[in-house]
């Protein structure tokens, strides 16, 4: 549901990212979730030269509120989760959320290191091997582990509801999948929860509709 209160439904959001999911993609799912309207602003690639002059950090994403720019992808989640009520009820399951984040983070960055960074085809290849048979195992069982600890796994990462914990974690798992389709067979907890919050109220429907990118 929406926690909005009166004070904030005015406000101007605004979403500038590329034509893809990426780094956006939680924002994204935060904003579908809670039914807040948002500006989803997709740069042509054409633009970027001249469009990135105007951004604080020259990257994106940026969330613009009320004409306020905000950069770096995990603050702008973590903003729109507390517009919305979905950052975790108190500082403990907040910084619970934060830590989760923090550890996809990671593993989002070991990844994107051999996608888009290593220029060699032999290591490239090398890197996405020891992603998938070792960084990414132990990654998941963590994880599964840490879900077990909160009600059983049969709910969501951290407290009694959707945090930007859950939508950070369905777009890792929604890049893995595209290389890996089962990869979550040895998880079954992870493998609920994906179908969960691609069922939750708002993001099934934001799924449906969302612009079909390849990354």
């Given at each position: 549901?929406?926690?909005?209160?009166?004070?904030?439904?005015?406000?101007?959001?605004?979403?500038?990212?590329?034509?893809?999911?990426?780094r956006?993609e939680?924002?994204?799912?935060?904003?579908?979730?809670a039914?807040?309207?948002y500006?989803?602003?997709?740069?042509?690639?054409?633009?970027w030269?001249?469009?990135?002059?105007?951004?604080?950090?020259?990257?994106?994403?940026?969330l613009?509120?009320?004409?306020t720019?905000?950069?770096?992808?995990?603050?702008?989640?973590?903003?729109?989760?507390?517009?919305?009520?979905?950052?975790?009820?108190?500082?403990?399951?907040?910084?619970?959320?934060?830590?989760?984040?923090?550890?996809?983070?990671?593993?989002?960055?070991?990844?994107?290191?051999?996608?888009?960074?290593?220029?060699?085809?032999t290591?490239?290849?090398?890197?996405?091997?020891?992603?998938?048979?070792?960084t990414?195992?132990?990654?998941?069982s963590?994880f599964?582990?840490?879900?077990?600890?909160?009600n059983?796994?049969?709910g969501?990462?951290?407290?009694?509801?959707?945090?930007?914990?859950?939508?950070?974690?369905?777009?890792?798992?929604?890049?893995?999948?595209?290389?890996?389709?089962?990869?979550?067979?040895?998880?079954?907890?992870?493998?609920?929860?994906?179908?969960?919050?691609r069922?939750?109220?708002?993001?099934?429907?934001?799924?449906?509709?969302?612009?079909?990118?390849?990354?």
């Amino acid at each position: 549901g929406v926690h909005c209160g009166a004070c904030r439904k005015m406000s101007v959001y605004e979403l500038h990212y590329f034509n893809n999911r990426g780094r956006a993609e939680p924002a994204r799912l935060l904003f579908a979730a809670a039914g807040l309207p948002y500006r989803d602003i997709r740069i042509q690639s054409e633009q970027w030269p001249e469009y990135k002059l105007k951004l604080p950090m020259h990257q994106v994403p940026v969330l613009e509120v009320d004409g306020t720019m905000i950069c770096q992808s995990v603050a702008i989640a973590r903003y729109v989760a507390k517009v919305t009520g979905h950052a975790g009820k108190t500082d403990l399951e907040q910084a619970k959320v934060d830590m989760l984040v923090d550890g996809i983070d990671d593993v989002m960055t070991k990844k994107g290191d051999y996608v888009w960074h290593e220029k060699d085809e032999t290591r490239k290849m090398e890197k996405k091997t020891a992603f998938y048979e070792t960084t990414l195992p132990q990654f998941l069982s963590h994880f599964e582990k840490l879900l077990r600890t909160n009600n059983g796994g049969d709910g969501f990462l951290v407290g009694e509801g959707l945090t930007h914990a859950d939508a950070w974690f369905l777009c890792l798992a929604d890049d893995i999948l595209l290389d890996f389709p089962d990869i979550f067979s040895p998880y079954p907890k992870l493998a609920a929860l994906v179908e969960r919050i691609r069922t939750y109220p708002g993001i099934k429907e934001w799924l449906a509709k969302r612009p079909q990118t390849p990354f």
